[in-house]
């Protein structure tokens, strides 16, 4: 079997051809089936060069927050093109509940300006959130910023390593922002400095195809005036153009009762909003899980992670294996992430997910 598996004339094919070829040679015994199954289970070059999964191996949990500005997601946007005061960077920030981004330039991705932008950017605008969920680059993994999410009593969350789907949010928050700068510079590419905050006011006054509701008028109850508006005289704003006392202070009076009743509503309008991105999410969260394939490991169990490039998700090289190991599993962090150690009992750092992982048969 392992001459005609893995010989000079093998091509480490799967079981059922090397049934077939061992059954060629007139070679043949009970449970041949069997053995040739475990037999190609087993074997490193197999198990090392063996395809990627295509499909996921845990299920969709999608994250709800509860209240406006208690989640926020962060991630870094670039590099994007070197400008003259040298910005490369945008760290963005989105609110989990209203979907409200906060975004700043940056020169260099650092656990300084992150602390900076946590304390300048989140607390002073918007109250000390509860959970803050980033990826595990450098500027957020570390001590400096752990110290600070502690003494605000921040939980500080880091999404599993290649495994973006936990911090979906800050990622779909990179991708608007960037879609709105492209159309923006028409080709003034360093110039995004500057056309980023009309970018973020754009998205943040633009109603949601889910909610139909801005993360503006879930912030602060009323939907916002645009400049349009003031040119055209919408109705709205029409009374207010008027600069004789009488019909200016019945338009306040007026204006001042509808603001009350906005804010009345405005738990309801939350509420609402809430309740059709769940439904929104349900329907994704079906999707997903029709493509699951679940593999389950335990503690202890020995694994292979999958391989890339250091700093890339472009693969591996042509002939090098796409899977390294074997590994340990240290611990079950959560339904489809997993702590690991080496052989040696050296732990690996963070978290990792199911879906680069799968069991080593030694």
Same mark, same amino acid.
């Given at each position: 079997?392992?001459?005609?598996?893995?010989?000079?004339?093998?091509?480490?094919?799967?079981?059922?051809?090397?049934?077939?070829?061992? +059954?060629?040679?007139?070679?043949?015994?009970?449970?041949?089936?069997? =053995?040739?199954? %475990?037999?190609?289970?087993?074997?490193?070059?197999?198990?090392?060069?063996?395809?990627?999964?295509?499909?996921?191996?845990?299920?969709?949990?999608?994250?709800?927050?509860?209240?406006?500005?208690?989640?926020?997601?962060? =991630?870094?946007?670039?590099?994007?093109?070197?400008?003259?005061? $040298?910005?490369?960077?945008?760290?963005?920030?989105?609110?989990?509940?209203?979907?409200?981004?906060?975004?700043?330039?940056?020169?260099?991705?650092?656990?300084?300006?992150?602390?900076?932008?946590?304390?300048?950017?989140?607390?002073?605008?918007?109250?000390?959130?509860?959970?803050?969920?980033?990826?595990?680059?450098?500027?957020?993994?570390?001590?400096?910023?752990?110290?600070?999410?502690?003494?605000?009593?921040?939980?500080?969350?880091?999404?599993?390593?290649?495994?973006?789907?936990?911090?979906?949010?800050?990622?779909?928050?990179?991708?608007?922002?960037?879609?709105?700068?492209?159309?923006?510079?028409?080709?003034?590419?360093?110039?995004?400095?500057?056309?980023?905050?009309?970018?973020?006011?754009?998205?943040?006054?633009?109603? @949601?195809?889910?909610?139909?509701?801005?993360?503006? @008028?879930?912030?602060?109850?009323?939907?916002?005036?645009?400049?349009?508006?003031?040119?055209?005289? @919408?109705?709205?704003?029409?009374?207010?153009?008027?600069?004789?006392?009488?019909?200016?202070?019945?338009?306040?009076?007026?204006?001042?009762?509808?603001?009350? %009743?906005?804010?009345?509503?405005?738990?309801?309008?939350?509420?609402?909003?809430? +309740?059709?991105?769940?439904?929104?999410?349900?329907? %994704?969260?079906?999707?997903?899980?029709?493509?699951?394939?679940?593999?389950?490991?335990?503690? $202890? =169990?020995?694994? +292979?992670?999958?391989?890339?490039?250091?700093?890339?998700?472009?693969? %591996?090289?042509?002939?090098?294996?796409?899977?390294?190991?074997?590994?340990?599993?240290?611990?079950?962090?959560?339904?489809?992430?997993?702590?690991?150690?080496?052989?040696?009992?050296?732990?690996?750092?963070?978290?990792? @997910? $199911?879906?680069?992982?799968?069991?080593?048969?030694?």
């Amino acid at each position: 079997m392992e001459a005609i598996h893995q010989g000079e004339c093998g091509t480490h094919a799967r079981d059922r051809s090397l049934v077939m070829r061992i +059954l060629c040679q007139g070679f043949f015994w009970p449970n041949i089936h069997k =053995d040739a199954h %475990v037999f190609v289970e087993k074997c490193p070059q197999c198990q090392y060069y063996a395809n990627m999964h295509r499909q996921p191996a845990g299920y969709l949990k999608p994250i709800n927050s509860s209240w406006p500005f208690a989640i926020w997601g962060l =991630d870094f946007l670039g590099p994007m093109p070197t400008t003259m005061r $040298g910005y490369k960077w945008i760290l963005v920030a989105v609110d989990y509940f209203t979907k409200w981004i906060e975004a700043k330039p940056l020169t260099q991705p650092t656990a300084q300006n992150v602390e900076s932008f946590l304390w300048t950017n989140i607390i002073c605008r918007y109250d000390v959130p509860m959970v803050v969920i980033t990826d595990n680059d450098t500027p957020f993994a570390n001590q400096r910023i752990h110290d600070f999410c502690g003494e605000h009593h921040i939980n500080l969350k880091y999404a599993s390593i290649w495994h973006p789907l936990t911090n979906e949010q800050a990622k779909a928050a990179n991708k608007n922002i960037l879609n709105i700068l492209k159309k923006r510079l028409d080709g003034a590419r360093t110039r995004w400095p500057e056309e980023l905050p009309g970018a973020l006011w754009a998205y943040n006054t633009a109603p @949601s195809e889910v909610t139909q509701e801005s993360p503006f @008028s879930l912030s602060f109850g009323m939907d916002v005036v645009i400049p349009i508006e003031l040119e055209h005289l @919408s109705p709205r704003v029409e009374a207010a153009a008027s600069f004789e006392p009488e019909a200016l202070q019945t338009w306040v009076d007026e204006n001042d009762d509808s603001r009350r %009743v906005d804010l009345d509503l405005l738990e309801q309008k939350r509420e609402l909003a809430a +309740l059709k991105r769940l439904e929104h999410k349900r329907r %994704v969260e079906r999707y997903y899980n029709r493509k699951v394939s679940p593999r389950t490991l335990n503690q $202890g =169990d020995l694994v +292979l992670r999958r391989r890339l490039l250091a700093g890339s998700n472009l693969g %591996v090289p042509k002939l090098e294996p796409n899977w390294e190991g074997p590994y340990i599993v240290r611990e079950v962090a959560r339904p489809n992430a997993y702590y690991l150690m080496t052989s040696e009992s050296a732990q690996i750092p963070r978290s990792w @997910s $199911g879906d680069d992982l799968k069991r080593f048969y030694a």
